[in-house]
């Protein structure tokens, strides 16, 4: 059995599903363990129950720079390795180095010119998407069309975290030294 421990977790992200298409399409058992440094106890329990003990979480923060060492598992970062420092960024990376633990950073940000006109899309795309969002709420209708404070944000979100994803190069810099 292999065994993923994803950090950062957040509301759960994408681990859960890889697990079940890892052994849907491959045969793969894996177990999966959800961390944050502010764990959503909450989601992660409703996640841990819904998957039936493939998916575990850790309840305590863990902190991705210094993940203690009873954690087992491959290492996965979804859409959060840009929120971190570079000093920061490179002390995940060379944890999981000095643990000998394989580590996959996955962003959907890029910084390119075609990063950046893929932001451009967000407001466009939470323009025509909020009427379908249920539950129905005015205050997103008024924040959304009438005083546009939602479609402002997720372009300020995108705009920021494209600029501060990290490029190959400045990964494979970091991890010279080790």
């Given at each position: 059995?292999?065994?993923?421990l994803?950090l950062?977790?957040?509301g759960?992200?994408?681990?859960?599903?890889l697990?079940?298409r890892?052994?849907?399409?491959?045969?793969l058992?894996?177990q999966?363990c959800?961390s944050?440094y502010y764990?959503n106890?909450?989601?992660f329990?409703?996640i841990a129950?819904r998957?039936?003990?493939?998916?575990?979480?850790?309840?305590t923060?863990?902190d991705a720079?210094?993940?203690?060492p009873?954690?087992p598992?491959?290492?996965?970062?979804?859409?959060?390795?840009?929120?971190?420092q570079?000093?920061?960024a490179e002390?995940?990376?060379?944890?999981?180095?000095?643990r000998?633990?394989g580590i996959?950073?996955?962003?959907?940000?890029d910084r390119?010119l075609?990063?950046?006109?893929q932001?451009m899309m967000?407001?466009?795309?939470?323009?025509?998407?909020?009427?379908f969002v249920?539950?129905?709420?005015?205050?997103?209708l008024?924040?959304?069309y009438?005083v546009p404070?939602?479609?402002a944000?997720?372009?300020?979100d995108g705009l920021?975290?494209?600029?501060?994803t990290y490029?190959?190069?400045?990964?494979r810099?970091m991890?010279?030294s080790m």
């Amino acid at each position: 059995e292999q065994a993923i421990l994803d950090l950062c977790s957040g509301g759960g992200g994408p681990v859960p599903g890889l697990r079940r298409r890892l052994a849907d399409k491959y045969g793969l058992r894996v177990q999966a363990c959800l961390s944050d440094y502010y764990p959503n106890v909450g989601a992660f329990a409703a996640i841990a129950a819904r998957e039936g003990g493939a998916v575990t979480y850790v309840p305590t923060p863990v902190d991705a720079t210094q993940v203690p060492p009873e954690l087992p598992g491959f290492r996965t970062l979804f859409s959060c390795l840009h929120h971190f420092q570079p000093a920061q960024a490179e002390a995940i990376l060379r944890d999981a180095w000095l643990r000998r633990r394989g580590i996959g950073i996955f962003e959907v940000t890029d910084r390119s010119l075609a990063g950046l006109a893929q932001t451009m899309m967000g407001p466009v795309s939470t323009l025509l998407l909020t009427p379908f969002v249920r539950p129905y709420r005015f205050s997103r209708l008024l924040f959304t069309y009438a005083v546009p404070i939602v479609p402002a944000l997720f372009l300020f979100d995108g705009l920021v975290s494209n600029l501060r994803t990290y490029t190959q190069d400045e990964l494979r810099a970091m991890t010279r030294s080790m």
